[in-house]
C-alpha cells in the first residue's frame, strides 16, 4: 500500500480540465506521517506541478482522519538523530509549502481528525472545507513535542494570536463549526457530501483563466506571508495586474467573451 495516493478525475463540462486528489494513506495509523510519507507527498505535488489539465488540487485523507499528525513511534528513534530529525522536518517544510506556490488553488478536504502535522498541512492550503466530523487542533504539547512544521507561525497569522495562543497550550480540538468561525475552514458541509461539495468548487474554478488564478493566488500569498503593509501590497497588486492585463491572451478574451455574450475560451496564456 502506498502511503500517498495520487488520482485525477476530469471536470464534467470542461473540455481537458481536471481535479488532482492527493491523500494521505495510513488510515490504520489515522495518517500520521512518517517520513516516506513526506516524501512521496512531495512527488504527488510535483506530479500536480507538471500536469497543466490540473485546475484544482485537493489535498484529504483516507479513513476516518485526515491526519493525527506525525509518526509518534517513528520519532522515538528519529529524535535520537541530530542529524536526521532536523533534515525530516526541512523536507516536510518544504513539501508542504509548495501548495502555497502550486499555480492552481490547493483546497483541503478535511475529513476527520486533524492534529499536529496534520493542522499544519491544512494551514500551507490555500483553504479549507470540512466534514461535520472533523475534529481539529494542534496537540504536540500534549506529548511532549512542540511544533515544528509551521503551525507556531501560520496559525496566528489565520486566526489570530490569542486563539493560536489558547490552540496550542490546551491541545484542544475544535469541532468542524467552531472551526469555521475561528477561521480555520471556509465551510462545514454533511460527511458525505464532502467530495461532492470539493466536485462543485472545481467546476467554478475550471471557468477562470488559469493564468489569471495562478496571478491572484501568488500576489495574495505573497501580500500575506511577507506581512506587507497595504501600500507595498498595493504596489505588488498593481504591477501584477498591469503585466497580465496588458500581456496575456486570457484578459483581451475575457473581455471579448463578455461583449460577444459568450462563454470565454481561455487558453492560460
Same mark, same amino acid.
Given at each position: 500500500?502506498?502511503?500517498?495516493?495520487?488520482?485525477?478525475?476530469?471536470?464534467?463540462?470542461?473540455?481537458?480540465?481536471?481535479?488532482?486528489?492527493?491523500?494521505?494513506?495510513?488510515?490504520?495509523?489515522?495518517?500520521?506521517?512518517?517520513?516516506?510519507?513526506?516524501?512521496?507527498?512531495?512527488?504527488?505535488?510535483?506530479?500536480?506541478?507538471?500536469?497543466?489539465?490540473?485546475?484544482?488540487?485537493?489535498?484529504?485523507?483516507?479513513?476516518?482522519?485526515?491526519?493525527?499528525?506525525?509518526?509518534?513511534?517513528?520519532?522515538?528513534?528519529?529524535?535520537?538523530?541530530?542529524?536526521?530529525?532536523?533534515?525530516?522536518?526541512?523536507?516536510?517544510?518544504?513539501?508542504?509549502?509548495?501548495?502555497?506556490?502550486?499555480?492552481?488553488?490547493?483546497?483541503?478536504?478535511?475529513?476527520?481528525?486533524?492534529?499536529?502535522?496534520?493542522?499544519?498541512?491544512? /494551514?500551507?492550503?490555500?483553504?479549507?472545507?470540512?466534514?461535520?466530523?472533523?475534529?481539529?487542533?494542534?496537540?504536540? /504539547?500534549?506529548?511532549?513535542?512542540?511544533?515544528?512544521?509551521?503551525?507556531?507561525?501560520?496559525?496566528?497569522?489565520?486566526?489570530?494570536?490569542?486563539?493560536?495562543?489558547?490552540?496550542?497550550?490546551?491541545?484542544?480540538?475544535?469541532?468542524?463549526?467552531?472551526?469555521?468561525?475561528?477561521?480555520?475552514?471556509?465551510?462545514?458541509?454533511?460527511?458525505?457530501?464532502?467530495?461532492?461539495?470539493?466536485?462543485?468548487?472545481?467546476?467554478?474554478?475550471?471557468?477562470?483563466?488559469?493564468?489569471?488564478?495562478?496571478?491572484?493566488?501568488?500576489?495574495?500569498?505573497?501580500?500575506?506571508?511577507?506581512?506587507?503593509?497595504?501600500?507595498?501590497?498595493?504596489?505588488?497588486?498593481?504591477?501584477?495586474?498591469?503585466?497580465?492585463?496588458?500581456?496575456?491572451?486570457?484578459?483581451?478574451?475575457? /473581455?471579448?467573451?463578455?461583449?460577444?455574450?459568450?462563454?470565454?475560451?481561455?487558453?492560460?496564456?
Amino acid at each position: 500500500m502506498t502511503e500517498v495516493e495520487y488520482r485525477t478525475e476530469p471536470i464534467a463540462g470542461f473540455e481537458d480540465a481536471t481535479t488532482a486528489t492527493i491523500a494521505l494513506n495510513r488510515p490504520d495509523e489515522l495518517n500520521a506521517m512518517s517520513w516516506d510519507m513526506i516524501r512521496a507527498f512531495d512527488a504527488a505535488v510535483t506530479q500536480v506541478d507538471a500536469d497543466r489539465s490540473v485546475r484544482t488540487v485537493f489535498v484529504t485523507g483516507t479513513g476516518r482522519a485526515f491526519s493525527a499528525g506525525g509518526d509518534l513511534k517513528g520519532y522515538l528513534e528519529l529524535q535520537r538523530d541530530a542529524q536526521r530529525f532536523p533534515e525530516f522536518v526541512t523536507d516536510l517544510h518544504v513539501a508542504f509549502g509548495r501548495l502555497r506556490k502550486l499555480r492552481v488553488p490547493a483546497v483541503a478536504l478535511v475529513n476527520g481528525v486533524t492534529a499536529a502535522g496534520g493542522l499544519e498541512l491544512l /494551514l500551507n492550503c490555500d483553504f479549507a472545507i470540512a466534514a461535520e466530523s472533523a475534529r481539529i487542533g494542534d496537540g504536540h /504539547l500534549n506529548f511532549g513535542q512542540m511544533g515544528g512544521g509551521g503551525v507556531l507561525t501560520l496559525l496566528a497569522r489565520m486566526i489570530g494570536i490569542a486563539r493560536a495562543s489558547e490552540l496550542v497550550m490546551t491541545g484542544a480540538l475544535l469541532d468542524a463549526r467552531t472551526a469555521a468561525e475561528w477561521g480555520l475552514v471556509s465551510r462545514v458541509v454533511p460527511d458525505d457530501e464532502l467530495a461532492q461539495e470539493g466536485m462543485r468548487l472545481a467546476a467554478h474554478i475550471a471557468g477562470k483563466s488559469p493564468l489569471a488564478m495562478a496571478n491572484a493566488k501568488d500576489v495574495m500569498n505573497t501580500i500575506w506571508a511577507q506581512n506587507l503593509s497595504v501600500d507595498s501590497g498595493l504596489r505588488v497588486e498593481l504591477d501584477r495586474n498591469a503585466l497580465y492585463c496588458l500581456t496575456s491572451e486570457d484578459a483581451p478574451e475575457g /473581455l471579448q467573451a463578455f461583449s460577444e455574450k459568450r462563454a470565454p475560451r481561455f487558453t492560460g496564456r
